[in-house]
Nanobody, 127 residues
Framework: QVQLVESGGGLVQAGGSLRLSCAAS????????MAWFRQAPGNEREFVAA????????SYVDSVKGRFTISRDNAEKTVYLQMNSLKPEDTALYYC????????????????????WGQGTQVTVSS
């Protein structure tokens, strides 16, 4: 069982930066593939980025490539999402997700691929 708690959201002007954090409980954090999803009002939840449990393989949605970076600190049991050059269309509730994984390949991008979810942290980008 893993519990996830996000933090770091807030209000920022377009072009600014934020770093989201997701702190996880549990003793086997290093075996979990971690991901960020987001959901804007009226939209479905969408994949943003993922970091595999081993080997450092990552995935990003095209709209954030080159602007967002996902990273993890297994000792701190924390995954981060560094968001630069933020745009108003990045405004959403951002969720952290986790799945116990044995795959060494590219991390999954579907929300149904993940078993554990945080409560979300709001990111608002003003124009």
């Amino acid at each position: 069982q893993v519990q996830l708690v996000e933090s770091g959201g807030g209000l920022v002007q377009a072009g600014g930066s934020l770093r989201l954090s997701c702190a996880a409980s549990g003793r086997t954090f290093s075996r979990y593939t971690m991901a960020w999803f987001r959901q804007a009002p009226g939209n479905e939840r969408e994949f943003v980025a993922a970091h595999n449990w081993a080997g450092g393989s990552t995935s990003y949605v095209d709209s954030v490539k080159g602007r967002f970076t996902i990273s993890r600190d297994n000792a701190e049991k924390t995954v981060y999402l560094q968001m630069n050059s933020l745009k108003p269309e990045d405004t959403a509730l951002y969720y952290c997700a986790a799945v116990l994984s044995t795959s060494w390949g590219t991390p999954p991008v579907g929300q149904h691929d993940y078993d554990y979810w945080g409560q979300g942290t709001q990111v608002t980008v003003s124009s």
